[in-house]
């Protein structure tokens, strides 16, 4: 299947920081890609919708300033956490559509943020 | 508004056996169904996908079934492994373009 790449998988960052996580789409392109954060056993939480060369849009409750996207190309998001604090502790994931093949989602590895 | 579930929300089996996951979704009028695999702190795999127009996908020991009128999905696994120990998630889009709804998971102990 296709290769959805996240970088980070893990990091660590002092409370009132700023965290950059990537997600990249290896072998395919996507002009779709969407931001999860899951709880500790708990399931996947859709955050926004990040678009290639438009603004993304934030699920009801997700402060947009607070969780900054960007859809910089056709194989590459990033969410920044700003101004981290110890609530933003969780694992974040990313995933994108591959076209090519029914729409099938493929995810990224996932990234754990602590904010100490 | 979307909602899934999935039952149970834990299982435990001894490995051989084969075993019945369940997913149940509100709005029937879904655009795919799509069934993952997540090991503790990692991202998520997929294992299958069933198109609204598709009753069943099939991968090696993996079985998945979709009756979109009665808002059900099944993953069936044939000869339970140890291996196979891990949270299984299913998730429906109900257009091309949407995010996925996810269900709450189950989470499976194959002993040994």
């Known amino acids: 299947g296709a290769v959805v790449s996240q970088h980070p998988s893990r990091v660590i960052c002092k409370s009132g920081t700023s965290v950059k996580i990537e997600c990249r789409s290896l072998?395919?392109?996507?002009?779709?890609m969407f931001w999860y954060r899951q709880f500790p056993k708990k399931s996947l939480m859709l955050m926004a919708t990040?678009?290639?060369?438009?603004?993304?849009?934030?699920e009801q409750g997700v402060e947009k300033d607070k969780f900054l996207i960007n859809h910089a190309s056709l194989t590459l998001s990033t969410l920044t956490v700003t101004s981290a604090h110890p609530e933003d502790s969780s694992f974040y994931i990313c995933?994108?559509?591959?076209?090519?093949?029914?729409?099938?989602?493929?995810f990224g590895q996932g990234t754990r943020l602590t904010v100490v | 508004k979307q909602e899934v579930t999935q039952i149970p929300a834990a299982l435990s089996v001894p490995e051989g056996e084969n075993l019945v996951l369940n997913c149940s979704f509100t709005?029937?009028?879904?655009?795919?169904l799509q069934w993952f695999r997540q090991d503790p702190g990692k991202g998520l795999t997929s294992l299958l996908l069933?198109?609204?127009?598709?009753r069943e996908q099939t991968s090696g020991r993996l079985n998945a079934s979709l009756d979109k009128s009665s808002g059900r999905s099944t993953l069936y696994i044939a000869a339970s492994q140890p291996g196979d120990s891990a949270t299984y998630l299913c998730a429906v889009k109900n257009n091309a373009g949407n995010m996925l709804t996810f269900g709450g998971g189950t989470r499976l102990m194959v002993k040994p």
């Open positions: 069933i198109q609204s127009s598709q």
């Open positions: 995933s994108a559509p591959d076209y090519r093949v029914n729409t099938e989602a493929f």
């Open positions: 709005d029937s009028a879904i655009y795919n």
């Open positions: 072998d395919f392109q996507a002009t779709t």
């Open positions: 990040s678009n290639e060369g438009s603004k993304a849009t934030y």
